[in-house]
């Protein structure tokens, strides 16, 4: 369980897709201070995706994903060198400053719009008719792991306005038209409309 808020940015050190392991990939992460108490089975969420920690060395950590992940999230489209939003789990007691993120990515959407003002910035966002349909004007949702609010909808796109902190702090800042991002759109518009 996670709430969304970034603790700040890691950086991809290595990439191996299609390895010979029962995975479809692994990947290696620069988590500097962020590491400090990792251990080896801890979720964290990278770029909103919850992943296990199979390995820890000084500042890193390595990571397993699945074919579901890769075709799913953006993580399979990254290499080396890119910078990944990280939130360590959510323990018993933390103070829940953001919203209820599950680590489960449900799709992904494309940055349509990037529009600068002087105190904030608004992003528009496409989906897919599918993902767009749990996705409520003034809910929450999850942009690459950071816990927004939505701010405007229409029909399958979506907007969202971040404040320079976050912009600074997390990799959103890093990103172009065109640019895929991870989304985990609200836990309770998930259940109230799902048909299973």
């Not at 369980?1 to 299609?18: P, S, V």
């Not at 400053?97 to 003002?117: A, C, M, P, R, Y």
Request: with cysteine; net charge positive.
């Amino acid at each position: 369980m996670f709430t969304g808020i970034i603790e700040g940015l890691g950086k991809i050190e290595r990439l191996d897709k299609n390895t010979r392991t029962r995975s479809e990939a692994r990947m290696k992460i620069s988590l500097g201070k962020l590491a400090r108490g990792l251990r080896i089975g801890d979720s964290v969420a990278i770029n909103g995706v919850c992943l296990t920690a199979i390995n820890i060395t000084k500042g890193t950590a390595e990571f397993e994903m699945i074919g579901e992940t890769m075709k799913k999230t953006n993580l399979g489209s990254l290499g080396n060198g890119n910078k990944v939003n990280i939130e360590r789990s959510l323990k018993v007691g933390d103070r829940l400053e953001g919203h209820f993120v599950l680590g489960h990515v449900d799709g992904s959407g494309t940055i349509l719009k990037i529009n600068k003002q002087p105190n904030q910035v608004q992003l528009w966002i496409e989906l897919s008719k599918e993902l767009a349909r749990y996705v409520a004007k003034k809910g929450s949702i999850t942009v690459d792991g950071i816990s927004l609010t939505v701010v405007d909808k229409i029909k399958n796109k979506f907007s969202v306005s971040i404040i320079p902190h976050t912009m600074k702090v997390t990799n959103l800042g890093l990103k172009k038209i065109g640019d895929k991002v991870n989304i985990e759109t609200d836990i309770l518009g998930k259940y109230i409309l799902s048909e299973n």
